[in-house]
């Protein structure tokens, strides 16, 4: 099949785990990388038995027997979270998915005390909340960028090295929050941290090149190109890199050509985002018609929110990662069943009409300045039609999936999914 990257071209929650699954299904797949986040991505997979897993750390794949999860050195990884993960998916009967599993013994560790910071520090941000999913990690990477000892998944197999980086995280999560919530002891953390170290593979970065060479790999992304920690509305984002960049860096490292890997772009049929922050097509009629069960409102992440599909936030996406090879498109039976869905064409922002909105480089304040002008800006809207042949026209890239309900039976490939762009064939 080639190997294949999967990123989100919206806020989130458009169906990765679901695209992924299906993918690794289709087959055949030697494994899932995954390149960004941590604990708090939200998979969800639901399979035509009934079964349902929200995968955070491992691949949304696992189902398949035989896929391998890959947490590259781009990852945040949790092991507490990843052994309450671990026992959900041995109560659905995947009880090898640990055996499954691969580390990079450099990727940073996610520990209580990160967890117990984010908290609160967004707590302490009131009404002002940037929107968090509670889990560490911004303050895994924050902390990680300012303490060069942080620990990471190899201090692990180092007890000594392991509760000495431990106490000082602590230390500073003690000094930096001094009424925050109360955390374990650094003995007990180390001890769950050193049986994750007995229990999964940890690697280097030269098991990841092996892994390329057995066979075609999905890359699956967390989060969505609108929240990316650079390209996203600031502040309203996330502390991870959420474009094909790292996975395409790990490609390259690899020794992979550029262009080798086929980009595969997620969308909903309709725009949605969880949390704070701009959303210009929202529509309260439709966030309260169209409930997801699987993205409820949370206590840090905040309310589900629902709108129209938006192209102008689309093609920015687009703008701004490179470009697709093709669109997988979901949630079609629910647009195929609403009528009064519509497409935002263009904004309306202080009295300009705007089509497409400026992608540049790195720049926080310019993506601050953008984020004022979303907030702003009011929705120019057309009739949706059919949806993926609007998506098609409105943002020129063709549609190779579509998905009509969250199992793998429900997706129907077209234009021919196995031939299409430079990898799968």
């Not at 690899?254 to 929202?282: C, D, I, K, M, Q």
């Amino acid at each position: 099949m080639g190997h294949v990257i999967v990123v989100d071209l919206g806020f989130g929650d458009a169906g990765k785990g679901t695209v992924v699954d299906h993918l690794c299904s289709a087959g055949p797949v030697a494994a899932v990388v995954r390149f960004n986040g941590g604990a708090q991505a939200a998979h969800n997979v639901v399979l035509d038995d009934g079964r349902h897993h929200t995968f955070a750390q491992f691949g949304s794949g696992t189902f398949t027997p035989g896929v391998r999860t890959h947490l590259s050195r781009f990852m945040l990884v949790d092991p507490l979270a990843l052994a309450a993960e671990a026992d959900h998916l041995r109560a659905l009967g995947v009880a090898d998915a640990l055996d499954r599993l691969t580390a990079d013994r450099d990727a940073l560790l996610t520990t209580p005390y990160h967890r117990a910071a984010n908290r609160a520090r967004e707590s302490a941000r009131g009404a002002a909340r940037h929107g968090s999913c509670g889990m560490g990690i911004g303050e895994t990477v924050a902390y990680a960028q300012t303490h060069p000892d942080a620990p990471r998944v190899g201090d692990c197999l180092s007890p000594i090295r392991l509760r000495r980086r431990l106490s000082e995280l602590r230390d500073w999560y003690r000094d930096e929050f001094p009424s925050g919530e109360d955390v374990p002891d650094v003995d007990a953390c180390a001890d769950a941290f050193t049986a994750f170290a007995g229990r999964v593979e940890i690697v280097r970065a030269e098991h990841l090149h092996r892994l390329l060479r057995t066979g075609s790999v999905v890359f699956e992304g967390a989060q969505g190109v609108l929240l990316d920690e650079w390209h996203g509305f600031h502040p309203y984002t996330t502390w991870s890199t959420t474009t094909f960049a790292n996975a395409e860096t790990l490609l390259a490292e690899a020794g992979e050509a550029a262009g080798s890997a086929t980009r595969l772009g997620v969308l909903r049929a309709y725009a949605t985002r969880h949390g704070p922050g701009p959303f210009v097509t929202e529509d309260p009629a439709l966030t309260a018609d169209l409930p997801d069960p699987h993205n409820l409102a949370g206590r840090w992440q905040g309310a589900f929110r629902v709108g129209h599909l938006d192209a102008v936030a689309l093609r920015y996406a687009l703008d701004v990662t490179g470009g697709v090879d093709g669109l997988a498109v979901t949630h079609l039976d629910v647009a195929g069943a609403r009528p009064d869905l519509r497409v935002c064409l263009e904004y309306e922002i202080d009295g300009e009409r705007v089509g497409r909105l400026e992608a540049g480089p790195p720049d926080l304040d310019r993506q601050a300045a953008l984020t004022h002008r979303l907030l702003r800006a009011r929705p120019g809207y057309a009739p949706l039609g059919r949806a993926e042949e609007t998506i098609e026209d409105v943002l020129r890239t063709p549609v190779v999936l579509r998905s009509y309900g969250p199992a793998a039976s429900a997706k129907k490939a077209v234009k021919g999914l196995a031939t299409f762009g430079r990898a799968l064939t």
